[in-house]
């Protein structure tokens, strides 16, 4: 796999490529357009509108950054930020060698380049990342700024053939030092927002961000998040955060309540959802009521993780306009992957998935409103004075009222040309009385797998040139659903 995944060595990688189906044996035959299939109209709108022009270019070594991957750099490198932001815009750039650094925040019309023979090693100490505003979960609060950060900025940008090495294990080890001793206290929901780790890079509250070609290891947390923005692509990075051992919530890509997405051509190997959508968590996701909409995802690639494309589990804004074709999944644990709790509330919709190979996944299709029940639904257990709270706590444990306010709902999902081997489950797919899966369109699907699994409160199914496999030779199983047409 090369760095950039262009459209044509995709398809050859895959053995996919669009108008293409896979049949029952093996052979590729040419496969019409259904009116769903149309690539929709807003799809060219996605992506940053534009990138910062301006010729100046500021090195941090004139600023005293010393490449020797030992002396701390944070101050020298905001230094020649700060510059380049003053003079109007530009570029700042790095001598070859490798670089120790806490948090940076880029500004506005600032394209920070880290060329190749460039390497940025994260700070190792917390301290090193002041505590921000920000949204961690789903849910708002304080926490350590990411390594890069591009805040409140328009028309900024971070590129460069060189890498970002986030030595993240410190944070890993805090993580799974901290969730055995909560764990047996009952407090599984909260561990995740009191560990506080970094993130590798946060796009917040901006516009107009470009993310190219960069080369990220060992997050300490979530790779990349894009929160509250709009008009943001992320082209040609490389996700590797499995190389000093398996962090804990290692996402690659999350788009978190924002819009006008691009993410394109992307290499991700991690141990947690490798491309991800949220939008918010239960009361106070519902409060900020900001939808992720308008996401394009193609060209792309997981080696590992939690899921292949995930949409959830914080849902509470809404999930809707997504479009993701050509994506390749390779021992991750779930394939396409929609998942939610019955306190999280809003509404996923109007979600396309074309052209999608897998290969060695767990679930290849996993559709659930009432995901990770320990880690969904915050209890207090006895022995707590609630007044002595940590704050986001108290968030967290704020009901949705009315209840019914809480439960989300998924409708009008489009899967087309998908070919699955190696799968142990084809479909795991539960909706509720309260809330069914409505209107799933599955086009030209062949999946094989240890079994077929099952669809339950589904309504409105329709399946068109599907083969579902089970090697125990049990069919699809079908349960409380209606107007299905399998």
């Not at 019309?109 to 460039?118: A, M, N, R, S, W």
């Not at 591009?150 to 993580?175: H, L, P, Q």
């Not at 047996?184 to 560990?195: I, S």
């Not at 939690?306 to 306009?321: D, Q, V, Y």
């Given at each position: 796999m090369t760095k950039r995944l262009t459209l044509l060595n995709f398809a050859l990688l895959t053995g996919i490529a669009c108008g293409l189906v896979i049949t029952t044996a093996g052979q590729a035959v040419t496969q019409g357009k259904h009116a769903d299939d149309k690539e929709p109209a807003w799809v060219k709108q996605t992506g940053a509108r534009k990138f910062p022009s301006a010729r100046n270019k500021f090195s941090v070594n004139q600023y005293g950054a010393k490449p020797d991957a030992q002396t701390l750099n944070t101050k020298a490198i905001q230094a020649a930020i700060d510059a380049c932001a003053k003079a109007g815009g530009g570029t700042v750039v790095f001598a070859p060698g490798s670089y120790v650094?806490?948090?940076?925040?880029?500004?506005?019309?600032?394209?920070?380049?880290?060329?190749?023979?460039?390497?940025?090693?994260?700070?190792?100490?917390?301290?090193?990342?002041?505590?921000?505003?920000?949204?961690?979960?789903?849910?708002?609060?304080?926490?350590?700024?990411?390594?890069?950060?591009?805040?409140?900025?328009?028309?900024?940008?971070?590129?460069?053939?060189?890498?970002?090495?986030?030595?993240?294990?410190?944070?890993?080890?805090?993580?799974?030092?901290?969730?055995?001793?909560?764990?047996?206290?009952?407090?599984?929901?909260?561990?995740?927002?009191?560990?506080?780790?970094?993130?590798?890079?946060?796009?917040?509250?901006?516009?107009?961000?470009?993310?190219?070609?960069?080369?990220?290891?060992?997050?300490?947390?979530?790779?990349?998040?894009?929160?509250?923005?709009?008009?943001?692509?992320?082209?040609?990075?490389?996700?590797?955060?499995?190389?000093?051992?398996?962090?804990?919530?290692?996402?690659?890509?999350?788009?978190?309540?924002?819009?006008?997405?691009?993410?394109?051509?992307?290499?991700?190997?991690?141990?947690?959802?490798?491309?991800?959508?949220?939008?918010?968590?239960?009361?106070?996701?519902?409060?900020?009521?900001?939808?992720?909409?308008?996401?394009?995802?193609?060209?792309?690639?997981?080696?590992?993780?939690?899921?292949?494309?995930?949409?959830?589990?914080?849902?509470?804004?809404?999930?809707?306009?997504?479009?993701?074709?050509?994506?390749?999944?390779?021992?991750?644990?779930?394939?396409?992957?929609?998942?939610?709790?019955t306190t999280r509330g809003g509404t996923i919709e109007d979600i396309h998935f074309r052209n999608i190979q897998m290969d060695s996944v767990g679930t290849a299709f996993s559709f659930t409103l009432n995901w990770n029940p320990a880690y969904s639904y915050a209890k207090l257990p006895n022995g707590y004075n609630y007044d002595s709270l940590p704050k986001h706590w108290k968030v967290m444990l704020t009901k949705v009222e009315p209840a019914e306010k809480g439960i989300p709902h998924f409708k009008d999902v489009y899967v087309s040309d998908i070919k699955a081997v190696g799968v142990k489950k084809v479909v795991n797919a539960g909706g509720m009385k309260e809330s069914m899966l409505q209107n799933f369109h599955f086009n030209n699907v062949n999946v094989q797998g240890n079994s077929a699994g099952a669809v339950d409160f589904g309504e409105g199914w329709v399946f068109d040139n599907v083969s579902i496999i089970g090697a125990d030779g049990k069919k699809l199983q079908v349960s409380n659903s209606e107007k299905m047409k399998l």
């Open positions: 650094t806490g948090a940076l925040f880029v500004k506005s019309k600032v394209q920070l380049q880290i060329d190749k023979g460039v390497e940025l090693l994260g700070s190792q100490h917390f301290e090193d990342y002041p505590e921000i505003d920000t949204r961690i979960a789903g849910t708002e609060m304080k926490w350590p700024a990411a390594l890069i950060n591009v805040i409140g900025a328009t028309n900024a940008a971070v590129t460069g053939e060189g890498s970002i090495n986030a030595r993240g294990k410190f944070c890993w080890d805090k993580y799974w030092a901290m969730r055995k001793e909560y764990e047996a206290k009952g407090l599984r929901w909260a561990v995740d927002n009191d560990v506080k780790r970094a993130r590798t890079i946060l796009v917040q509250n901006s516009t107009d961000v470009s993310i190219k070609d960069i080369t990220i290891k060992n997050a300490g947390f979530w790779t990349v998040q894009l929160l509250y923005s709009a008009y943001v692509i992320v082209n040609g990075v490389v996700i590797r955060n499995n190389e000093d051992g398996k962090g804990p919530s290692t996402d690659g890509i999350d788009i978190d309540s924002s819009t006008w997405v691009l993410i394109e051509n992307c290499d991700i190997d991690c141990n947690d959802d490798d491309f991800c959508l949220k939008a918010g968590r239960d009361w106070d996701g519902l409060r900020v009521n900001k939808p992720t909409e308008y996401v394009v995802i193609r060209n792309c690639m997981a080696r590992k993780g939690a899921g292949l494309l995930t949409l959830g589990s914080e849902t509470s804004g809404g999930i809707r306009h997504v479009y993701a074709t050509n994506l390749y999944g390779k021992g991750t644990t779930n394939g396409l992957l929609i998942k939610s709790a």
